[in-house]
C-alpha cells in the first residue's frame, strides 16, 4: 500500500481483557517501529524490529507487552490483562532508512 | 536527564510571523535529525529531515542542526493557520527516533 496502514483504527476494551493491534507497514521497509501516545503527551517507544536482527524491546513497560513481525511485513502488537492506563494510541512506523512513516494508529480505550 | 528535551508551549502567534521551534538533546551519537508535524487525532508526519550539522530549507520551513551544541530548530516564515499544530523533533541514531514532548503551536489569522 501506499503508506502505513493499523488496524482497528479504534478499539474499546474491558479491563483485563486482552488485545491485538495489526499494523501493515510500507512494502520494502525493513525497519518497524511501535510507539504509544497517551492523551496530552509525547510519543514513548515501545519496540524496533529491524530486518531479521532481535528485536529492540527496551521499551515496553510490563509483560503484558509483546510484539512480532512476520519477516519483513505485518507486525502484531499484544497487551494482555489491559490496564486503564493502557488507554492510548499506538502508533506504527516504517522505514528503509532514515525517516520514517507513521500510520494512523489504533485508540485503545480501556473500560 | 531525557534524551531529547522541547518546550511544550503552547506557542500563539498571528499569521505571517516568523516562528521558531526548538529541541535540545544529549546523546552525542545522533546523527539524523526530523521534525514532525501532528494534527489532532492524527498521527505524525514527517515535516523535514537533516543530517549531521547544517540547514535544510523547504519552502517555508527551515531546520538547523547544531551539533556542537545538541541543539535542533525549526523556523516557520510567514506562518499560517494551517500551520496549527503540534511540532515534534526526533533525532535518531540510525535506530530508533528519540521523540521531544512536542510544542503545540497555534497561528491566528
Known amino acids: 500500500g501506499a503508506g502505513v496502514s493499523q488496524s482497528p483504527s479504534n478499539k474499546v476494551t474491558e479491563k483485563g481483557k486482552d488485545v491485538e493491534l495489526r499494523c501493515d507497514p510500507i512494502s520494502g521497509h525493513t525497519a518497524l517501529y511501535w510507539y504509544r501516545q497517551r492523551l496530552g503527551q509525547g510519543l514513548e517507544f515501545l519496540i524496533y524490529f529491524q530486518g531479521n536482527s532481535a528485536p529492540d524491546k527496551s521499551g515496553l513497560p510490563s509483560d503484558r507487552f509483546s510484539a512480532e513481525r512476520t519477516g519483513e511485513s505485518v507486525s502484531t502488537l499484544t497487551i494482555q490483562r489491559t490496564q486503564q492506563e493502557d488507554s492510548a494510541v499506538y502508533l506504527c512506523a516504517s522505514s528503509e532508512w532514515g525517516p520514517i512513516a507513521f500510520g494512523s494508529g489504533t485508540r485503545l480505550t480501556v473500560v | 536527564q531525557k534524551e531529547v528535551e522541547q518546550d511544550p508551549g503552547p506557542l500563539s502567534v498571528p499569521e505571517g510571523a516568523i516562528v521558531s521551534l526548538n529541541c535540545t538533546y544529549s546523546?552525542?551519537?545522533?546523527?539524523?535529525f526530523m521534525w514532525y508535524r501532528q494534527y489532532s487525532r492524527k498521527g505524525p508526519e514527517l515535516l523535514m529531515y537533516t543530517y549531521s550539522s547544517g540547514n535544510k530549507e523547504d519552502g517555508r520551513f527551515t531546520a538547523q542542526v547544531d551539533k556542537s551544541s545538541k541543539y535542533i530548530s525549526l523556523f516557520i516564515r510567514d506562518s499560517q493557520p494551517s500551520d496549527s499544530a503540534t511540532y515534534l523533533c526526533a533525532p535518531s541514531d540510525l535506530g530508533r527516533l528519540y521523540f521531544g514532548r512536542g510544542t503545540q503551536l497555534t497561528v491566528w489569522p
Open positions: 546523546n552525542s551519537a545522533f546523527q539524523y
